[in-house]
């Protein structure tokens, strides 16, 4: 069984960063890792997922080139570096990992971010 574990959210105001750390237990290998966000109102939208064989990454387009997602060798930790918050960036966050190319199979309890302008 997978479990997902975030960590990392506060209060930031508008141009900082903040760095989600998602502690995941089970055996995760070859699944997709992802965060996803739900604003106040909204549905929940995807953000960023990493590929298990390739490593490569995918950005929704709100966040490409302030977020990075990544997971360390051989560490069940990962992580999203968030640069640049604007008010729109004020979420729930969640980790997420699964098999598909977005990854929904499994889900943390989500952590919130709020910045302020």
């Known amino acids: 069984q997978v479990q997902l574990v975030e960590s990392g959210g506060g209060l930031v105001q508008a141009g900082g960063s903040l760095r989600l750390a998602c502690t995941v237990s089970?055996?995760?290998?070859?699944?997709?890792m992802g965060w996803y966000r739900q604003a106040p109102g909204k549905e929940r939208d995807f953000v960023a997922r990493l590929d298990p064989n390739s490593g490569s990454t995918t950005y929704a387009d709100s966040v490409l080139g302030r977020f990075t997602i990544s997971r360390p060798y051989a560490k069940n930790m990962v992580y999203l570096q968030m640069n640049s918050l604007n008010p729109e960036d004020t979420a729930v966050y969640y980790c997420?990992?699964?098999?598909?190319?977005?990854?929904?199979?499994?889900w943390g309890q989500g952590t919130q971010v709020t910045v302020s302008s």
């Open positions: 997420t990992a699964g098999g598909g190319f977005y990854p929904t199979d499994y």
């Open positions: 089970g055996y995760i290998t070859m699944y997709t």
